[in-house]
């Protein structure tokens, strides 16, 4: 049974930076790729960023390119998300997620519980 958890949210201001961290426990052979989703309310799941465990194939939504970098460590089975200059409109839901590879980032097959980024002015 893969599982799948996120840690790191919090309170920032515009400009500052934030680190997420998610954990991966019962990888199964089709999950090779780690990736980062994020919803806010009334809106549908945007990817964000995603990468491949055994590193490489970065990819990012547009909006954040340049500010943020996708990591992914394949022996700990964890993987993180740096985000720098914090926008309000990153204001989000972030959810991890692992699974099949797709183009242009993930097919997503397993997620965690979310973690709140709140950036205020």
């Known amino acids: 049974q893969v599982e799948v958890a996120e840690s790191g949210g919090g309170l920032v201001q515009v400009g500052e930076s934030l680190r997420l961290s998610c954990s991966v426990s019962g990888r199964t052979f089709s999950t090779v790729i780690l990736g980062w989703f994020r919803q806010t309310p009334g809106k549908e799941r945007e990817f964000v960023a995603a990468?491949?465990?055994?590193?490489?194939?970065?990819r990012y939504v547009d909006s954040v390119k340049g500010r943020f970098t996708v990591t992914a460590d394949n022996a700990q089975n964890t993987g993180s998300l740096q985000m720098n200059s914090l926008k309000i409109e990153d204001t989000a839901v972030y959810y991890c997620?692992?699974?099949?590879?797709?183009?242009?980032?993930?097919?997503?097959?397993?997620w965690g519980q979310g973690t709140q980024v709140t950036v205020s002015s």
């Open positions: 990468t491949s465990w055994t590193g490489g194939d970065q």
């Open positions: 997620a692992t699974g099949r590879r797709a183009q242009g980032g993930l097919i997503p097959d397993y």
